[in-house]
């Protein structure tokens, strides 16, 4: 019985003199690689992309641009690229973030523009203009944020021109319905401050086919004028915009 006990205690011994071998750490084209197959996952989470990303920094940028260009990965993790890319490369990425606001794919050109809105990319007025002419009324939204979101006041009149714009309507000729969207262009351009507005929103207020947007038009008129309105009523609200026709 000593004799097993000792053999045990003399072989513990020997294993417990070996180091514990530690696992090697990733290089970076491991990471770089696991960083792409995260992608891959349609059900991983942004905030452990965003992670892996500012943990390789520069070296995020091939994957994430091939992650933008691929259509195999799945859309809110092309998205999810797009804004890493303005975030790790900031104002540098700009240039090939705006080639995106002509993607096929709807989801990508809202990303495009999102992200330019994050850079605060002022300069890329032409993007933004053909955006609020866009197929899809998601991007057009997202357009008017960007012009909204940086003041940019030179697209004013473009805002302006998207009342008479019929994308922006649904229906038949002579019976056309309003689009969600018109409620945020009559808010832009009280944003915007765009006076040559103001008349013509008074009127609209003034009549009672307009009611839904009554909101909306007090909102504009209050912004463009610096003016207060009275709360109590939409009568109230109307006799003091009357005196701005």
Known sequence: MKIILLSFVLTTSVWAAIPAQKSSPLNEVQRA????????N???????????????????????IKVMKDGSFP????????????????????PFIAKFSDHPAWMMRVASLKALAALDMKEYQAVYARALKDSSLIVR????DNISHMKINTLAPNVWNMMYDQTNYTGNAGKRKR??????????????????????????????????LAPDLNYSLEHITGTKAPAATIVAQRAHWSKSI
Do not use: C
């Not at 690689?33 to 891959?40: C, L, N, P, S």
């Not at 939204?141 to 008017?144: F, S």
């Open 33 to 40: 690689d696991r960083f792409e197959e995260a992608f891959k």
């Open 75 to 94: 859309e809110k993790n092309r998205w999810q690229a797009t804004m890493l890319l303005g975030q790790v490369m900031g104002k540098k990425s700009a």
């Open 179 to 212: 689009t969600s969207i018109v409620r945020s262009i009559i808010r832009t351009l009280g944003e915007l401050k765009h006076a040559p507005a103001k008349k013509a929103l008074a009127k609209l207020i003034q009549k009672p086919k307009y009611q839904d």
């Open 141 to 144: 939204v997202q357009a008017l």
């Open 42 to 64: 349609p059900t991983i989470e942004s905030q452990r992309l965003k992670m892996m990303a500012f943990s390789l920094k520069q070296k995020s940028v091939p994957t994430l």
